[in-house]
C-alpha cells in the first residue's frame, strides 16, 4: 500500500484588476510546498494585458503547457485545477501543486531480478529481491527502518502465509520455515530470502514487501520444483476421495496434492490420464494429449479438461500428486521367494529400511530412470514396476511406472520395493 503524506501550505494571493475587463477578476493561487504565488507564467503584481491569462485554455479550464502539463512559471512541478468558482464578479481558480519528492523523498523501488527460481526437494535456494531509491543509488533514507517481510501467496488471493520478518537486529520465521530461512543481505539493499532444506510444501508464489516509513513496494518470485507429477487413487477404486481425503492420499505417499501449473507442465511432457482428479486449488481437472471418446471426444485438441470447482467435503474424485527428489535409496529387495504384503513389509525391515511409497517409484522413475521389470508391493497395497526403457512383455509401448492392482494381501506373492532414507 502506497501511503503519501502532504504538508499543506497555503498562499492567498490577489492580481491586480485587468483593464481590459469591465468586471473586477481575482484569482486564488493555492500551493502545495510552493514558493511564491503566480499567474500564468508570470509572478502575480506584473500586469498581462488582455482577458484570458497567457498558458490558460478557456476550454478545458487547465493552466500549462497540457491538460495535466507544466506551467513555465512552475519549472519542474505539477499542476492541478481543482475548482473554478464565479462568486458575484470574481472569478477564483484553485490550483494545487504537488511537490511529492520534496517531502517524502524518491520513491522507494523493490526489484526482484528473477521471476522463477527452479529447486528440488532438499535443496537450498534465494530468492532475489533488492531495494532502491528512485533517481538515487542509496538503498535507504536513513531516516527510517526497514521492515522487510516475507509471505507466499495462497490461491485465496485475501490470504497470505507469513514466512520472515526482518526489522533492524529483529528475526522472525513461521510454521514450517523456523530454522531454515534468513536474510541474505549481500548488501545494504539486499532483502534476498534463503530458504534451506526444500521442502515440497515451498512450491509457490512469493512476495517480497520492502517498508521504510511510509513508503512501501513488493515484488513476487516463484519457486518451481522438479518433480513429477502422478494420478493416484486408493484400493477403493475410482473416484473415492473429497478434497480432504485427496491431500492426505498424497502425503501419504510422499507427495502432496499438485498443482494446476504442475500439472499442465506434465500435461505438455506427454501426461495422458481420463481420470478426472483433485488439485490444490480445489479443482477437478485431468490431462489429456490422445482425444478420445470416452476422454472428452474424439473430435476435441488435446488438453486440461477442466470440470471446474466442486464442493470439498461431497464431491468425490482421483487426485494428482506431486513429489521431488528424495535422500535415500530405492530398491527392489532381492529375496530368495516372492512374499505376501505382511512379509514384504517385514523383510525391508530387517534389511534396515522400509516398504517403499508410490511416491518414491514415481521419483525414481522419472528422475533417476529406475527401470525394473519385477512387479513389487508398495505401502499402500499395491503392485507395480517402474519401466524407463519399453521393451517386450516390460511395457513395450511407453515408458510408465506400471500399475498391477490392489492384489490380496493375504495369499498374493510377489516383490517388494524398498526406502532407505539416508540421515
Known sequence: MKSLLFLVLISVCWAEPHPGNSSLEHERI?????????????????????????????????????????SPGLAGTGELLLERQNIGSLSQTLLVQLDYSAENGPRLLVVAEQAKIFSHRGGNITLPCKFYHEHTSTAGSGTHKIRVKWTKLTYDYLKELDVFVAMGHHRKSYGSYQGRVFLRESSENDASLVITNIMLEDYGRYKCE????????????????EGVVFPYSPRLGRYNLNFHEAQRACMEQDSVIASFDQLYDAWRSGLDWCNAGWLSDGSVQYPITKPREPCGGKNTVPGVRNYGFWDKEKSRYDVFCFTSNFNGRFYYLIHPIKLTYDEAVQACLKDGAQIAKVGQIFAAWKLLGYDRCDAGWLADGSVRYPISRPRKRCSPSEAAVRFVGFPDKKHKLYGVYCFRAYN
Open 30 to 70: 493555492v500551493h502545495i510546498q510552493g514558493n511564491g504565488c503566480y499567474k500564468g507564467s508570470e509572478e502575480l503584481g506584473s500586469s498581462q494585458e488582455g482577458g484570458t491569462p497567457p498558458h490558460y485554455d478557456a476550454d478545458t479550464g487547465v493552466r500549462g503547457d497540457s491538460a495535466l502539463g507544466k
Open 210 to 225: 520492502v517498508i521504510e516509513g511510509l513508503e512501501d513496494d513488493t515484488a513476487v518470485v516463484t519457486l518451481n520444483l
